[in-house]
């Protein structure tokens, strides 16, 4: 357990999805805050990213005070992963023959970061990201999603709620006020990270048109083309 520095715990978690869960789960969503890499390092030979954290299920069990177990933990991030809570994320990873557990914290820097270098940070890359991005009102993306969603979208192991929840703090609301979890539907991660690459580039290409506006495009076109497909093979 990291017994220097400290991490932020805002009031209104009170009155969030995580408050509403059982009391060993809010523990080991906690545990998880405690031993996230505030910063990217390499362990094992393996790169870790700010507020990722690579353990395993008993070492979790024995960081939580009491007489938690692995089985709990597995439960508990089966929950802090789910679409209602999307505390984390998860995923496993091969290091030297051994398994272990790749968690990622959404929202990180929200717990770690003093509020005045986040209001500096929004305040100072504002301008630059709309620049990039060609959205007029968006947010600074934490690191960890970006890494997750943006430069590791395409690749199928990467958590598919992570893409959304990073297109959700980068764009804000999708253009017309839909959803951008409806509108990534039942698509899988993998394809969702190859369209979001591909508005990305167009809009370097082109500069005509937003980042989400491309995206949402290149959505909506290969929805058509399955239904297309699928009323063939009907």
């Not at 709990?72 to 802090?80: E, K």
């Not at 960890?144 to 430069?151: G, I, K, L, R, T």
């Amino acid at each position: 357990m990291r017994t220097n520095g400290y991490i932020r715990l805002h009031r209104r978690i009170a009155s969030s999805n995580l408050w509403a869960l059982k009391p060993e789960q809010v523990m080991i969503a906690i545990t998880c805050l405690l031993n996230a890499e505030w910063r990217d390092v390499r362990r094992m030979g393996y790169d870790i990213k700010r507020g990722q954290w690579l353990t395993h299920y008993y070492e979790i069990a024995k960081l939580c005070p009491g007489t938690i177990t692995p089985k709990q933990v597995r439960t508990a991030l089966s929950r802090l992963s789910s679409k209602t809570v999307r505390f984390l994320g998860t995923r496993e990873v091969r290091i030297t023959g051994r398994r272990f557990l790749l968690l990622t914290i959404y929202n990180y820097s929200k717990y770690n970061d003093p509020a005045e270098k986040r209001a500096q940070g929004r305040a100072h890359g504002s301008a630059q990201e709309r620049a990039r991005t060609g959205h007029k009102g968006g947010t600074t993306i934490p690191k960890e999603v970006e890494e997750n969603y943006n430069s590791r979208g395409h690749d199928p192991g990467v958590d598919k709620g992570t893409m959304i929840l990073g297109l959700e703090l980068d764009y804000g609301k999708a253009p017309g006020g839909r959803d951008w979890r409806t509108i990534c539907g039942r698509f899988s991660a993998k394809k969702v990270g190859e369209m979001l690459k591909a508005a990305k580039e167009a809009h370097r290409r082109t500069n005509d048109k937003s980042v989400p506006e491309l995206f949402i495009h290149l959505i909506d076109r290969e929805r058509e083309r399955a239904k297309n497909r699928s009323e063939q093979g009907g």
